[in-house]
């Protein structure tokens, strides 16, 4: 008897705690409107039915208060994976009565979803339900949401036709087909991009159901899945019986991610990253003072070590910030960002974060360029010699992007292999400003003001301020005259030359200007004149269903027609406009037509160069004429796009790298520039770290970023989640951070 007990005993403890019941998942849709007389009138009930043999476990019951509103739904729960009765509970004369609307018990498999609805039929209000299986959780993916579809009654779910439309989508094709699918008892279909708004018509055998299965400005979440229940009714308003059919909005079926969440957690991260730089800023700033001090009392403060000082105060650190701003941020793009559709790149016209970081960078590598090559030119080297090592670099830049180009997860199909690419842009764009500065800028000794006052300016503070991919980066030992002169191996000249200093800048760069102007014209009447097989001349858009479909086969216009002519196949595949539009033609964002206006980018940066160079010793006069260049350049760019992210005669564009593309991201840059000046060198609240490290090895960061982008703690399996995605992209940025910070403390500065 004892053994029989214990046994027992064993069978009963391993039954409860083997393992977890396998679960189904209901929602109920109320829309029972009756004067309730206790809690519980009336009530659905489900009443779990086992088998007899299972005498360990005890049957599940649900009871749901069915509330007196027009409409609600509860949330989904989970429930049992077995076999239900349905009834409903009301209390009639104070007894409580039970209906049997339901045919059969509903049989539940485990992760299957019903959704029950619940309504009141007839002037009797007679209650009556209706079970709709919708099969398992559906996954919708990132940036995703499915919605199902269930009827009350019966259909041919054949016959349903779901058409939607893409408000991110401007002037493109209406009434997209959707797909719908049947599944059980309802019908699906997906939206495919959540990060917008959507219209939404529901038809059945091609005809309008109601006006309320049209749904304007859809806003649904990330990675939800939604119900709509399409439901019948009777109207007895116009003294006959009329059946109608209704829809009613979407319903959370599986909630949507938190899609600021992890934007708010980075912001707090960042925020705390900054506490801790501020904290080794000030530690790092009275480390020096202290070791000063200390080694000038026991006399072995050398000689050395002033210059070292000297050396560290006259560069300009504002250059190394932004530049190492732009290049962290690339980096962090390229991880992914999260991937939240406004830090990656704009689908076609319009500007994101991602949009403005390359303009950046090749705003500073213009800035170097005169940086460079007035460095070079005060050490006397021959301006044949810069030239070799510009084109020779110009060559290296070109043949490293291709290799880059060659990093693809399983191998690159040569057949396919992208020529154009980011540092091939930056080669050839530096080449053009290099050979510009070369020709036609002499050396800059000394400086005016705006109103004509002449400045000392010590050869020693030019010191390549943190010149692009750290080409000399030592101080001259032999300091030069400071004087006004243009040209070099001449004798000094002791005249100072009168007038404005914007009048004598433009006097000496107009070759320049010339050549810039000539450049930009070049691609403003090739991209609105030339004729474009198929397509109208001038067009601009990104073909597929953008412009009512009208156009499928001309994205980029002139751009587009340029590259797939002279490269081939060997160019980008995956534009930014390929999910948005559904284009089938590939467009490269760094083609032969968009370099040209690149150009201008790089030129902007040279501009900024002569301000820094020209005003060294007047730094307010620095930050007013980049706060002026700011507002004129962001002025041109408004009146080209006539204040309209998307319009204009000429819309902002980066992948065509349009002409106000160039000037509002100009804009930016100077602005952001002039303000890192005023905060760093200006009035020294800010040592610019941690990305001034960065700015020195740039370069290095960005292909190294690449070649091991696969390898943790860059990369790793991962949900497919902002949460997760965004994690992963912070830590990859973080460590190249470090690395650069690591290089700079060891002095390992790496240059082509």
Same mark, same amino acid.
């Given at each position: 008897?004892?053994?029989?007990?214990?046994?027992?005993?064993?069978?009963?403890?391993?039954?409860?705690?083997?393992?977890?019941?396998?679960?189904?998942?209901?929602?109920?849709?109320?829309?029972?409107?009756?004067?309730?007389?206790?809690?519980?009138?009336?009530?659905?009930?489900?009443?779990?039915?086992?088998?007899?043999?299972?005498?360990?476990?005890?049957?599940?019951?649900?009871?749901?208060?069915?509330?007196?509103?027009?409409?609600?739904?509860?949330?989904?729960?989970?429930?049992?994976?077995?076999?239900?009765?349905?009834?409903?509970?009301?209390?009639?004369?104070?007894?409580?009565?039970?209906?049997?609307?339901?045919?059969?018990?509903?049989?539940?498999?485990?992760?299957?979803?019903?959704?029950?609805?619940?309504?009141?039929?007839?002037?009797?209000?007679?209650?009556?339900?209706?079970?709709?299986?919708?099969?398992?959780?559906?996954?919708?993916?990132?940036?995703?949401?499915?919605?199902?579809?269930?009827?009350?009654?019966?259909?041919?779910?054949?016959?349903?036709?779901?058409?939607?439309?893409?408000?991110?989508?401007?002037?493109?094709?209406?009434?997209?087909?959707?797909?719908?699918?049947?599944?059980?008892?309802?019908?699906?279909?997906?939206?495919?991009?959540?990060?917008?708004?959507?219209?939404?018509?529901?038809?059945?055998?091609?005809?309008?159901?109601?006006?309320?299965?049209?749904?304007?400005?859809?806003?649904?979440?990330?990675?939800?899945?939604?119900?709509?229940?399409?439901?019948?009714?009777?109207?007895?308003?116009?003294?006959?019986?009329?059946?109608?059919?209704?829809?009613?909005?979407?319903?959370?079926?599986?909630?949507?991610?938190?899609?600021?969440?992890?934007?708010?957690?980075?912001?707090?991260?960042?925020?705390?990253?900054?506490?801790?730089?501020?904290?080794?800023?000030?530690?790092?700033?009275?480390?020096?003072?202290?070791?000063?001090?200390?080694?000038?009392?026991?006399?072995?403060?050398?000689?050395?070590?002033?210059?070292?000082?000297?050396?560290?105060?006259?560069?300009?650190?504002?250059?190394?910030?932004?530049?190492?701003?732009?290049?962290?941020?690339?980096?962090?793009?390229?991880?992914?960002?999260?991937?939240?559709?406004?830090?990656?790149?704009?689908?076609?016209?319009?500007?994101?974060?991602?949009?403005?970081?390359?303009?950046?960078?090749?705003?500073?590598?213009?800035?170097?360029?005169?940086?460079?090559?007035?460095?070079?030119?005060?050490?006397?080297?021959?301006?044949?010699?810069?030239?070799?090592?510009?084109?020779?670099?110009?060559?290296?830049?070109?043949?490293?992007?291709?290799?880059?180009?060659?990093?693809?997860?399983?191998?690159?199909?040569?057949?396919?292999?992208?020529?154009?690419?980011?540092?091939?842009?930056?080669?050839?764009?530096?080449?053009?400003?290099?050979?510009?500065?070369?020709?036609?800028?002499?050396?800059?000794?000394?400086?005016?003001?705006?109103?004509?006052?002449?400045?000392?300016?010590?050869?020693?503070?030019?010191?390549?301020?943190?010149?692009?991919?750290?080409?000399?980066?030592?101080?001259?030992?032999?300091?030069?005259?400071?004087?006004?002169?243009?040209?070099?191996?001449?004798?000094?000249?002791?005249?100072?030359?009168?007038?404005?200093?914007?009048?004598?800048?433009?006097?000496?760069?107009?070759?320049?200007?010339?050549?810039?102007?000539?450049?930009?014209?070049?691609?403003?009447?090739?991209?609105?004149?030339?004729?474009?097989?198929?397509?109208?001349?001038?067009?601009?858009?990104?073909?597929?269903?953008?412009?009512?479909?009208?156009?499928?086969?001309?994205?980029?216009?002139?751009?587009?027609?340029?590259?797939?002519?002279?490269?081939?196949?060997?160019?980008?595949?995956?534009?930014?406009?390929?999910?948005?539009?559904?284009?089938?033609?590939?467009?490269?964002?760094?083609?032969?037509?968009?370099?040209?206006?690149?150009?201008?980018?790089?030129?902007?940066?040279?501009?900024?160069? /002569?301000?820094?160079? $020209? @005003?060294? &010793?007047?730094? +307010?006069?620095?930050?007013?004429? %980049?706060?002026? !260049?700011?507002?004129?350049?962001?002025?041109?760019?408004?009146?080209?796009?006539?204040?309209?992210?998307?319009?204009?005669?000429?819309?902002?564009?980066?992948?065509?790298?349009?002409?106000?593309?160039?000037?509002?991201?100009?804009?930016?840059?100077?602005?952001?520039?002039?303000?890192?000046?005023?905060?760093?060198?200006?009035?020294?609240?800010?040592?610019?770290?941690?990305?001034?490290?960065?700015?020195?090895?740039?370069?290095?960061?960005?292909?190294?970023?690449?070649?091991?982008?696969?390898?943790?703690?860059?990369?790793?399996?991962?949900?497919?989640? /902002?949460?997760?995605? $965004? @994690?992963? &992209?912070?830590? +990859?940025?973080?460590?190249?951070? %470090?690395?650069? !910070?690591?290089?700079?403390?060891?002095?390992?500065?790496?240059?082509?």
């Amino acid at each position: 008897m004892t053994r029989m007990l214990l046994l027992f005993g064993i069978c009963v403890f391993l039954r409860v705690t083997s393992g977890a019941q396998d679960v189904a998942y209901i929602q109920i849709f109320d829309f029972v409107n009756q004067t309730k007389t206790s809690p519980m009138d009336p009530a659905l009930v489900l009443t779990e039915v086992k088998e007899p043999s299972d005498i360990f476990s005890r049957p599940q019951k649900l009871v749901h208060d069915l509330f007196v509103i027009e409409y609600m739904d509860t949330a989904r729960k989970p429930i049992n994976a077995s076999r239900y009765d349905i009834t409903f509970q009301k209390l009639v004369g104070g007894e409580i009565s039970y209906q049997h609307p339901f045919d059969e018990p509903l049989d539940l498999k485990p992760n299957e979803n019903v959704a029950i609805i619940v309504d009141e039929f007839g002037p009797n209000s007679v209650l009556r339900g209706t079970v709709c299986k919708t099969g398992t959780t559906p996954v919708p993916g990132l940036d995703k949401a499915i919605v199902i579809l269930c009827p009350d009654t019966k259909f041919d779910l054949d016959q349903f036709s779901v058409t939607g439309s893409n408000l991110g989508c401007l002037g493109c094709k209406t009434e997209n087909d959707l797909k719908p699918e049947k599944v059980e008892d309802s019908v699906q279909f997906l939206i495919d991009d959540t990060n917008y708004a959507w219209d939404v018509e529901i038809r059945y055998n091609d005809k309008e159901i109601d006006e309320s299965c049209n749904f304007k400005s859809l806003k649904l979440g990330d990675s939800g899945v939604y119900t709509i229940i399409i439901k019948e009714s009777e109207d007895s308003s116009s003294g006959s019986k009329k059946i109608e059919y209704k829809c009613f909005p979407p319903q959370k079926t599986k909630d949507p991610s938190d899609f600021w969440k992890p934007i708010w957690l980075t912001f707090v991260i960042l925020i705390v990253i900054i506490l801790i730089f501020v904290i080794l800023m000030v530690i790092n700033k009275r480390y020096p003072m202290l070791r000063e001090e200390a080694l000038k009392k026991i006399g072995k403060w050398s000689p050395e070590d002033e210059k070292e000082k000297e050396r560290k105060a006259a560069r300009l650190q504002s250059l190394d910030t932004f530049r190492g701003l732009a290049i962290t941020v690339m980096i962090f793009v390229n991880f992914g960002g999260g991937n939240y559709y406004f830090l990656e790149h704009a689908s076609w016209n319009g500007l994101s974060l991602a949009d403005f970081v390359f303009p950046w960078f090749m705003f500073m590598v213009g800035c170097s360029i005169v940086l460079s090559v007035q460095s070079q030119l005060k050490r006397n080297v021959a301006k044949t010699v810069i030239l070799k090592k510009v084109t020779i670099r110009f060559i290296k830049l070109f043949l490293i992007g291709v290799f880059l180009n060659t990093s693809i997860p399983g191998g690159v199909d040569l057949t396919q292999l992208r020529i154009p690419g980011v540092l091939q842009r930056i080669g050839f764009t530096y080449f053009v400003c290099s050979v510009l500065e070369i020709l036609f800028i002499p050396r800059l000794t000394a400086v005016e003001n705006f109103g004509g006052e002449r400045l000392k300016v010590d050869d020693n503070e030019y010191n390549e301020c943190g010149k692009f991919l750290n080409d000399d980066p030592d101080i001259p030992d032999k300091k030069i005259s400071n004087s006004w002169k243009y040209g070099q191996n001449s004798e000094v000249e002791t005249t100072t030359i009168r007038g404005g200093f914007l009048k004598n800048l433009l006097i000496h760069t107009w070759p320049q200007w010339f050549i810039i102007i000539l450049f930009t014209t070049l691609w403003s009447v090739i991209t609105f004149v030339l004729p474009v097989p198929g397509c109208p001349t001038g067009y601009v858009g990104p073909g597929g269903i953008a412009d009512g479909g009208l156009y499928s086969n001309c994205t980029g216009g002139a751009a587009g027609y340029i590259d797939r002519l002279i490269f081939g196949s060997h160019m980008y595949q995956h534009p930014t406009c390929k999910l948005m539009y559904k284009t089938t033609l590939a467009h490269d964002p760094e083609g032969i037509l968009g370099s040209l206006t690149a150009v201008l980018t790089v030129y902007s940066g040279v501009v900024a160069g /002569h301000m820094v160079v $020209m @005003l060294k &010793s007047s730094r +307010g006069s620095t930050i007013g004429a %980049l706060s002026a !260049l700011s507002v004129v350049t962001l002025a041109i760019g408004l009146i080209l796009c006539k204040g309209s992210i998307s319009g204009g005669w000429v819309p902002i564009n980066k992948n065509l790298w349009s002409i106000s593309f160039v000037m509002i991201t100009s804009a930016s840059a100077y602005f952001l520039l002039g303000l890192m000046y005023l905060l760093i060198d200006f009035l020294h609240l800010w040592c610019g770290a941690p990305f001034n490290s960065a700015g020195k090895n740039p370069l290095f960061l960005y292909v190294g970023s690449y070649i091991v982008y696969s390898y943790f703690p860059f990369n790793w399996q991962t949900s497919d989640t /902002h949460a997760a995605l $965004m @994690l992963q &992209s912070l830590v +990859g940025t973080v460590c190249w951070l %470090l690395v650069g !910070l690591y290089l700079d403390c060891k002095k390992k500065y790496f240059k082509i």
